[in-house]
């Protein structure tokens, strides 16, 4: 009986996750340039880092990391409609084609009455195998490294129809694409919620087109688009050859920064990481993000507020009672030509459990305090100084000293600075769990 009961189970699985969920799709109207590679596996540093100077030389607002931070959140965006079943929410970032499929798959899930309920997302990695500057189109290959729990709900009942009982690692491969000639939109397109045409905020008709100024921001020719989405493996990389950066042990990467900021400190560093781990486990806490917003990178943001969204609207409240920080260790620095990356692994202690909110009953987990690990990557643009004034973690903008106050994008609202991309001050760019941190980092850093 039991076996029968896991093999119904296993099938519900697979059915709810076979059916629209991570399918290929392709759009037709860029058939032009070669097909993708679907999973990432040799890539060629020198070429790629050639195509990414000859991509700035003719567009000099193009840069690397900025594309990176921007696909991301492109992922997050995207991946948030699918979850809440909002297929115009994801229109601006799809060419037609792919959106036509995505929201076909909305549509049936809607049919169905399945509603999906993905908890844990995490972006783990990002890698760029291809890099094309061609004559009719740019077009750059993202491979994203995931982890995530996959779950179902029937939307009648509320009922689960499907979990994948835990944690699991996957991959995607997305094709950002535009038109030979179109340039960086500097205010950030569609990403940061304007027409990449006349700038206004976004606000589209049925048909893709801006309000505003009737343009089509869906052709590639005012922006990067989504040309493909395709499932693929986990494997476990980095964009270092897409950045042209170096992988540094801790002491030669604090070096390495202090060179271009004589007033860093390592020890203040570190006692910023526990300010900022308290800040926001604070914050997840009460499930209101807004009190760490400041010292988020925009991915490591709508990672954790999808997380938080999910927990209200299940009445689930995680408690971390008694938390303490037992050691932050820093283990390595990504120096790259635009930013620094410090990982450092905090181990703590608590008591982890979760209550139902409209019952007060533990739900999960018990008063026993147990120590943990995470992975917290924190990221600054280099040659940033320190300068001992308030920044994000004191609720501050790091370029005009203003109150804390930012958009959906992270711009300050009274100085327009981009405040949680890291180029003024040190952001919170990703928290990994140690099963899925790389062994590049584990192992130590390779030398410089
Ligand atoms: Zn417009
Ligand atoms: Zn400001």
Redesign the pocket.
């Given at each position: 009986m039991v076996v029968i009961v896991g093999i119904v189970v296993y099938y519900l699985i697979k059915a709810a996750f076979s059916s629209g969920e991570k399918p290929h799709y392709e759009s037709a109207q860029f058939d032009d340039s070669a097909a993708p590679a679907p999973v990432p596996k040799a890539v060629d540093p020198p070429l790629v880092a050639e195509v990414v100077a000859a991509l700035h030389a003719d567009d000099p607002d193009f840069e690397a990391e900025t594309f990176l931070q921007r696909a991301e959140m492109t992922y997050f965006f995207v991946n948030r409609a699918y979850q809440r079943r909002d297929a115009p929410a994801m229109q601006p970032y799809l060419a037609p084609e792919v959106f036509d499929e995505r929201a076909q798959a909305v549509q049936s899930l809607l049919a169905e009455h399945q509603k999906p309920a993905q908890i844990d997302l995490n972006v783990c990695g990002m890698q760029v195998p291809s890099v094309v500057h061609g004559t009719a189109n740019d077009r750059i290959v993202v491979h994203f490294d995931l982890v995530s729990r996959e779950r179902m709900l029937d939307d009648r009942t509320g009922k689960l129809i499907a979990d994948a009982g835990d944690d699991r690692r996957s991959g995607e491969t997305w094709v950002f694409s535009r038109k030979a000639g179109t340039k960086t939109v500097v205010s950030g397109g569609v990403v940061a919620a304007k027409c990449p045409n006349c700038g206004a905020p976004l606000s589209l008709d049925e048909t893709a087109h801006c309000k505003h100024c009737n343009a089509d921001v869906t052709t590639g020719e005012h922006n990067w688009i989504v040309t493909s989405i395709e499932p693929s493996d986990y494997v476990g990389t980095n964009a270092d050859e897409f950045l042209g950066s170096q992988r540094l042990s801790p002491d030669a990467g604090f070096l390495a920064i202090a060179g271009s900021d004589p007033a860093f400190a390592s020890n203040e560093f570190l006692k910023r990481v526990a300010t900022a781990f308290d800040a926001l486990q604070t914050a997840w806490q009460a499930r209101d993000l807004d009190a760490a917003r400041g010292f988020m990178s925009a991915g490591a943001y709508y990672a954790r507020s999808a997380q938080v969204d999910q927990l209200k609207e299940e009445h689930r409240k995680n408690v971390l009672e008694g938390l303490n920080i037992d050691s932050i260790t820093p283990l390595g620095v990504m120096h790259g030509k635009v930013f620094d990356d410090v990982m450092v692994r905090i181990d703590a202690t608590c008591a982890e459990y979760e209550i139902d909110d409209t019952t007060g009953k533990i739900i999960f987990g018990d008063k026993h305090p147990n120590p943990f690990a995470e992975y917290w990557t924190f990221q600054r643009g280099v040659g940033v100084a320190t300068t001992g004034k308030a920044g994000t973690l004191e609720k501050q903008?790091p370029?005009?000293?203003?109150p804390f106050n930012v958009n959906a994008v992270g711009e300050?609202t009274?100085?327009?600075?981009t405040?949680t991309s890291g180029k003024f001050d040190w952001v919170l760019s990703r928290i990994e769990q140690p099963e899925n941190v790389v062994d590049y980092w584990t192992v130590g850093a390779r030398a410089p």
């Open positions: 903008c370029n005009c000293g203003a300050c009274y100085c327009k600075a405040i």
